[in-house]
């Protein structure tokens, strides 16, 4: 379809904007956003950044780029402009950008006491002395005039550089309690007696400086963009919205070509759909347009194009950020633009991405298994091989992994019939986005359903538990497995490697009889070994629904893995409010039916204390087993298939090794793309890898 056939409602967002010296195609704005690629994965960050620029989007950013070994960020990868021979690495980016018409634009930050520079050993630097705010063993010092004279040499260095390697926009960065400039400006972390402290012209001083300089240096050719946190939800003595955040802006307004505003710190400034709406950013940032003539860009996961639309005509941005719809969907402007709607792979707010970078590997995607697959992997979000035979394809089950098999290899042009027991599809989705806050997870199932509906070679059987005779007697070629998993109720998992408990004992639970509708008496003690959102959620929900919760769990948090999604003080938080009773450092030793409930026994994780608790039920959050029985079945009567014609047979996802739902959908994609695909030999890597030069620098 092309552009003439767009609907005309959202012509607004691919009108031109100009900023300062460079103009935008549209008013598509990726943010910067970190990946877990940055320095060290080059040709693999070019790659998705360029999926991208292919997609539509009108500007490009990068993740912060480090200036100087006095302020870096190892172990997370970022970019570098230290020296010149970082430049060539940035220099794929930005012509992976040029290629589709895109504008790079290059946030590169000095962090000072955000960071303890593990890999330089560099003494980190502040406002004012004040402990790095990892726990590492180390302060930062306060900068004295030369201190900051450098920050300014190496930030004009770093804005030549980016102009030299072909980036339209420079910016000063200012946000998420990670830009040195916000540590001037937020009187929390700025405690100076000098002409950098004090009054809030003061305070804004370094900020005015680095915009001055990097318009001196580059302003001539690129646009120059402040990131600026309005809001650092720290309360009246941090930077706040209605005082010196819009104070600041309103010294500053003309300064630059472009304010991109949002909230600090990272964990609030993303926040998950379970504490977040689309737009949730609105009213921190509403009101900055007033203050300046410059145009503004924001973020609020925006995913629906009349929200876009909505928040351009009412006045509150002229650009619309966005970091993770873009990673869920790099494709989503070009989609709005060709009326492509019910194609877009709306981002669920999960944080799955941000997982990468916190763990300093690449970035990844539950919507988009693509995601920082682009170069290693050679796969595209819109674009997959044809089919490479006739073969018919059986799909046993519609969850996460057997949804997207059937929608990738039904874009293949495979015939494929997909089957479930159940009388929805969505699998395990169905119940994940049941839980508090959750109900955007769906949208992994309805994206999908929603292109198998287009698909005349894909059927859908609900209602159909097939078993071994009947997946046999289909008589289709191919067979995946994606048949889910099952909670354990005995308490294996991390904690203990042996069960702990009789798996028929009274009053015990797992989450599936909970979505299965049991009523569990109060109260409940859940006990969590699994240390993602599932025990939480199952606290949240029952709490709410009027039990008394006990969550126990052998971690020193609650969900701790959620601490990668930059969700546990929000879901540690909000459960101590709601009144669940939390115990942390305790394992689960067993349980005794007394009454009408149970007398559990406790231990301190470190000192093996003990204590009893009374309770009504038991409510096991530990390991799932994959529900392989249909496979095992089918792999006994191996002796069958080929006059049935079956050539393979392939576990998927869950029913495969239990996981995230990141991890089935990766497994769906990963097996569609695979299908009659040349056989690595086994000892090969099956992906290319960006290899380190011997050589040093
Ligand atoms: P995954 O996360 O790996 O996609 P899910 O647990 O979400 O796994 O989905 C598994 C799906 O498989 C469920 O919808 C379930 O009803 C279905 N299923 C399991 N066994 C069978 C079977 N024998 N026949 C048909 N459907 C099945
Ligand atoms: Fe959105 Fe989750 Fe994908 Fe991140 S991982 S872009 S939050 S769907």
Same mark, same amino acid.
């Given at each position: 379809m092309s552009s003439s056939s767009r609907d005309p409602r959202f012509d607004i967002l691919f009108e031109p904007v100009q900023i300062g010296p460079v103009r935008t195609k549209n008013r598509f704005y990726q943010v910067p956003h970190c990946n877990?690629?940055?320095?060290?994965?080059p040709a693999t960050l070019a790659a998705m950044r360029g999926v991208k620029a292919e997609g539509g989007w009108g500007v490009i950013c990068t993740e912060e780029i480090e200036i100087s070994p006095f302020s870096e960020i190892a172990p997370h990868f970022e970019g570098r402009l230290?020296? &010149?021979?970082?430049?060539p690495a940035l220099q794929l980016m930005t012509d992976a950008c040029h290629e589709h018409d895109a504008l790079a634009g290059a946030e590169i930050f000095f962090n000072g006491y955000a960071?303890? $520079?593990? %890999?330089?050993?560099e003494i980190p630097m502040a406002p004012s002395h004040l402990p790095v705010r990892? !726990?590492?063993?180390i302060q930062a010092r306060t900068m004295d005039k030369t201190d900051i004279k450098n920050v300014r040499r190496w930030h004009r260095n770093a804005a030549l550089r980016a102009r030299d390697v072909g980036f339209d926009l420079v910016y000063v960065y200012a946000g998420h309690d990670l830009g040195m400039p916000l540590h001037f400006l937020s009187r929390l972390t700025n405690r100076r007696t000098?002409? %950098?402290?004090?009054?809030l012209e003061n305070r804004v001083r370094l900020l005015r400086e680095l915009i001055e300089d990097t318009k001196d240096a580059v302003g001539d050719r690129c646009g120059v963009v402040v990131r600026l946190a309005?809001?650092?939800?720290?309360?009246?003595?941090g930077v706040t919205s209605e005082n010196e955040g819009s104070d600041a802006i309103a010294m500053l307004?003309?300064?630059?070509?472009?304010w991109d505003v949002n909230i600090a710190d990272w964990s609030n400034d993303s926040q998950t759909a379970r504490f977040s709406q689309e737009g949730y950013q609105e009213r921190y940032i509403a009101h900055v347009k007033k203050l300046t003539t410059k145009p503004v860009v924001g973020v609020g996961r925006y995913t629906s194009p009349d929200a876009m639309v909505s928040v351009i005509k009412r006045g509150v941005m002229d650009l619309i950020g966005a970091a993770r719809p873009s990673i869920a969907d790099p494709f989503l402007p070009n989609k709005i633009e060709q009326g492509r709607f019910d194609e877009i792979r709306e981002?669920?707010?999960? $944080?799955i991405c941000v997982t990468g970078d916190n763990l300093s590997v690449p970035i990844r995607c539950t919507q988009n298994p693509t995601m920082g697959e &682009? =170069?290693?992997?050679? =796969?595209?979000p819109e674009r997959i091989a044809k089919a490479a035979s006739q073969d018919t394809v059986l799909v046993v089950g519609a969850g996460p992994a057997g949804l997207e098999v059937a929608r990738a290899l039904g874009q293949r042009g495979y015939e494929v019939a997909l089957a479930d027991a159940?009388?929805?599809?969505?699998g395990r989705l169905l119940n994940d986005a /049941?839980?508090?806050?959750? /109900?955007? =997870?769906?949208r992994v199932a309805d994206y999908r359903l929603q292109q198998l509906q287009k698909m005349s070679n894909v059927n859908l059987y609900l209602d159909s538990e097939l078993s071994a005779d009947e997946v046999l007697a289909f008589g289709f070629n191919r067979v995946f497995l994606a048949t889910g998993s099952t909670w354990r109720?005995?308490?294996?998992?991390r904690q203990h490697?042996?069960?702990?408990?009789? @798996? $028929?004992? @009274? $009053?015990v639970f797992t989450p599936d009889d909970v979505f299965a509708g049991a009523a569990l008496p109060s109260p409940v003690l859940i006990y969590d070994? #699994?240390? %993602?959102y599932m025990a939480g959620a199952l606290a949240e929900r029952l709490r709410k629904q009027g039990l008394e919760v006990h969550l126990v769990t052998?971690?020193?948090?609650?969900? &701790?893995? !959620?601490e990668m999604t930059m969700e546990q003080f929000r879901i540690h938080s909000g459960l101590l409010k709601m009144g669940v009773q939390i115990q942390t450092n305790t394992a689960l030793i067993g349980a005794a039916v007394i009454g009408g409930g149970l007398l559990v026994e406790l231990a301190? !994780? %470190? /000192? #093996?204390a003990r204590s009893h608790l009374e309770c009504g039920s038991l409510l096991m959050v530990t390991m799932r087993d994959p529900k392989d029985a249909l496979f095992n079945a089918l792999q006994s009567q191996q002796g069958q298939w080929q006059a049935k014609g079956v050539k393979s047979i392939q576990l998927l996802g869950d029913a495969y090794a239990p996981g995230s739902v990141a991890a089935a959908v990766y497994a769906g994609h990963r097996a569609a793309r695979e299908l009659d695909a040349p056989e690595l030999p086994?000892? /090969?890597?099956?992906f290319r890898r960006e290899m380190i030069a011997l050589e040093g620098d």
């Amino acid at each position: 379809m092309s552009s003439s056939s767009r609907d005309p409602r959202f012509d607004i967002l691919f009108e031109p904007v100009q900023i300062g010296p460079v103009r935008t195609k549209n008013r598509f704005y990726q943010v910067p956003h970190c990946n877990g690629m940055g320095h060290g994965k080059p040709a693999t960050l070019a790659a998705m950044r360029g999926v991208k620029a292919e997609g539509g989007w009108g500007v490009i950013c990068t993740e912060e780029i480090e200036i100087s070994p006095f302020s870096e960020i190892a172990p997370h990868f970022e970019g570098r402009l230290w020296d &010149e021979r970082d430049m060539p690495a940035l220099q794929l980016m930005t012509d992976a950008c040029h290629e589709h018409d895109a504008l790079a634009g290059a946030e590169i930050f000095f962090n000072g006491y955000a960071t303890p $520079n593990r %890999y330089s050993r560099e003494i980190p630097m502040a406002p004012s002395h004040l402990p790095v705010r990892a !726990t590492d063993p180390i302060q930062a010092r306060t900068m004295d005039k030369t201190d900051i004279k450098n920050v300014r040499r190496w930030h004009r260095n770093a804005a030549l550089r980016a102009r030299d390697v072909g980036f339209d926009l420079v910016y000063v960065y200012a946000g998420h309690d990670l830009g040195m400039p916000l540590h001037f400006l937020s009187r929390l972390t700025n405690r100076r007696t000098d002409e %950098y402290g004090g009054s809030l012209e003061n305070r804004v001083r370094l900020l005015r400086e680095l915009i001055e300089d990097t318009k001196d240096a580059v302003g001539d050719r690129c646009g120059v963009v402040v990131r600026l946190a309005v809001d650092q939800l720290l309360g009246p003595m941090g930077v706040t919205s209605e005082n010196e955040g819009s104070d600041a802006i309103a010294m500053l307004a003309e300064l630059p070509d472009l304010w991109d505003v949002n909230i600090a710190d990272w964990s609030n400034d993303s926040q998950t759909a379970r504490f977040s709406q689309e737009g949730y950013q609105e009213r921190y940032i509403a009101h900055v347009k007033k203050l300046t003539t410059k145009p503004v860009v924001g973020v609020g996961r925006y995913t629906s194009p009349d929200a876009m639309v909505s928040v351009i005509k009412r006045g509150v941005m002229d650009l619309i950020g966005a970091a993770r719809p873009s990673i869920a969907d790099p494709f989503l402007p070009n989609k709005i633009e060709q009326g492509r709607f019910d194609e877009i792979r709306e981002c669920i707010g999960c $944080n799955i991405c941000v997982t990468g970078d916190n763990l300093s590997v690449p970035i990844r995607c539950t919507q988009n298994p693509t995601m920082g697959e &682009e =170069w290693r992997r050679g =796969w595209h979000p819109e674009r997959i091989a044809k089919a490479a035979s006739q073969d018919t394809v059986l799909v046993v089950g519609a969850g996460p992994a057997g949804l997207e098999v059937a929608r990738a290899l039904g874009q293949r042009g495979y015939e494929v019939a997909l089957a479930d027991a159940n009388t929805k599809p969505g699998g395990r989705l169905l119940n994940d986005a /049941s839980l508090p806050g959750l /109900s955007t =997870w769906m949208r992994v199932a309805d994206y999908r359903l929603q292109q198998l509906q287009k698909m005349s070679n894909v059927n859908l059987y609900l209602d159909s538990e097939l078993s071994a005779d009947e997946v046999l007697a289909f008589g289709f070629n191919r067979v995946f497995l994606a048949t889910g998993s099952t909670w354990r109720r005995d308490g294996l998992g991390r904690q203990h490697q042996a069960p702990v408990l009789d @798996a $028929n004992l @009274a $009053n015990v639970f797992t989450p599936d009889d909970v979505f299965a509708g049991a009523a569990l008496p109060s109260p409940v003690l859940i006990y969590d070994d #699994d240390h %993602y959102y599932m025990a939480g959620a199952l606290a949240e929900r029952l709490r709410k629904q009027g039990l008394e919760v006990h969550l126990v769990t052998p971690s020193v948090k609650v969900s &701790e893995f !959620t601490e990668m999604t930059m969700e546990q003080f929000r879901i540690h938080s909000g459960l101590l409010k709601m009144g669940v009773q939390i115990q942390t450092n305790t394992a689960l030793i067993g349980a005794a039916v007394i009454g009408g409930g149970l007398l559990v026994e406790l231990a301190h !994780t %470190y /000192s #093996d204390a003990r204590s009893h608790l009374e309770c009504g039920s038991l409510l096991m959050v530990t390991m799932r087993d994959p529900k392989d029985a249909l496979f095992n079945a089918l792999q006994s009567q191996q002796g069958q298939w080929q006059a049935k014609g079956v050539k393979s047979i392939q576990l998927l996802g869950d029913a495969y090794a239990p996981g995230s739902v990141a991890a089935a959908v990766y497994a769906g994609h990963r097996a569609a793309r695979e299908l009659d695909a040349p056989e690595l030999p086994l000892d /090969s890597v099956p992906f290319r890898r960006e290899m380190i030069a011997l050589e040093g620098d």
